[in-house]
């Protein structure tokens, strides 16, 4: 899967409303999962080649599943970055 990108949008009460009872039901992990499990959806309605229910199956599951960045790589870079910014900042006072 690649990069992701943050958006914000702007929804009705009934919308967020809805969003928030699947989340709170188990239905999904969270919002930004429901969201793009409906774009998803819809991007699928809109393809001129429909997707087999196998195709979507494995889209949805591979959504599911994260980010191919292996979680232990982010820790590593994330605690090289913090460590660099401490390191700086110390050397300043």
């Known amino acids: ?7 914000s949008t702007d929804l009705p009460a009934y919308m967020i409303g809805e969003l928030r009872a699947a989340v709170d039901a188990g239905e999904f992990a969270s ?6 499990e409906a774009l998803t ?3 699928v309605g809109r393809s001129t080649t429909p997707m087999t229910p ?14 191919d960045e292996d ?3 982010v820790f590593d870079r994330l605690e090289a970055k913090y460590s660099a910014l401490v390191a700086a900042d110390q050397s300043k006072g």
């Not at 899967?1 to 958006?7: A, D, S």
């Not at 196998?54 to 980010?67: I, K």
């Open 71 to 73: 979680a232990e790589a």
């Open 54 to 67: 196998d195709e979507l199956r494995h889209h949805l599951q591979s959504e599911r599943d994260g980010p």
């Open 41 to 43: 959806h819809w991007l």
């Open 1 to 7: 899967m690649g990069r992701h990108e943050r958006i």
């Open 31 to 36: 919002t930004d999962e429901a969201v793009r």
